[in-house]
């Protein structure tokens, strides 16, 4: 089955969704079950422990919510700016879904709590949460079309143009 460029767009904006929506729900579950500070199970290597993280990946910029959420407005513009208008592969697609989905959940949370809730608790490492994941992961995505490649196109983000039909050649 060939996928079209329009298709790619709406597989990533529904996996932006699914994703944005697995994220809220599960910060809500722990806003819920638990105190900020609190841990379930209360020791071992992976806990659900609820943070309030004020600063941004690692606790960077603590306290500087304002600058943050204005960073992850532009971001969030950006990101559905090169996914709408730009031509590029299907990986591409799906890791700009999840960038947009992890900006997105993090965002709500600063603008709803004035902090973003982190709960995923895993041995020595910082505390995250799904939205931090999908970040993540669509880094590692971008970073493997980018080395491995794919299509010959697959490190350009070429604009689309239509042909004589007024559809996109892609």
């Not at 990533?12 to 729900?25: C, H, K, P």
């Not at 941004?56 to 919510?65: I, Q, Y």
């Not at 970040?135 to 794919?150: D, K, N, R």
Request: a neutral charge; hydrophobic letters at 50%.
């Amino acid at each position: 089955m060939q996928f079209n460029t329009t298709s790619h767009r709406t597989v990533s904006l529904i996996l932006a969704l699914f994703i944005f929506t697995f994220d809220q729900v599960t910060k809500f579950v722990v806003i819920r079950s638990l105190s900020i500070g609190e841990s379930w199970p209360e020791t071992g290597f992976f806990r659900i422990t609820y943070v309030a993280n004020t600063g941004s990946a690692f606790g960077l910029l603590s306290g500087l919510n304002h600058i943050l959420i204005f960073v992850a407005l532009l971001g969030i513009f950006v990101i559905l700016w090169v996914l709408i208008r730009t031509s590029s592969e299907f990986l591409i697609k799906i890791a700009l879904g999840l960038m947009l989905a992890g900006a997105a959940g993090n965002f709500v949370d600063r603008i709803v709590y004035g902090h973003v809730i982190d709960f995923i608790d895993v041995g020595p490492w910082y505390i995250f949460n799904v939205a931090d994941s999908a970040i993540v992961i669509s880094v590692i995505v971008l970073i493997f079309v980018f080395t491995f490649g794919g299509k010959s196109n697959s490190g350009k983000c070429a604009k689309e143009e239509p042909n004589q039909n007024g559809h996109s050649n892609e």
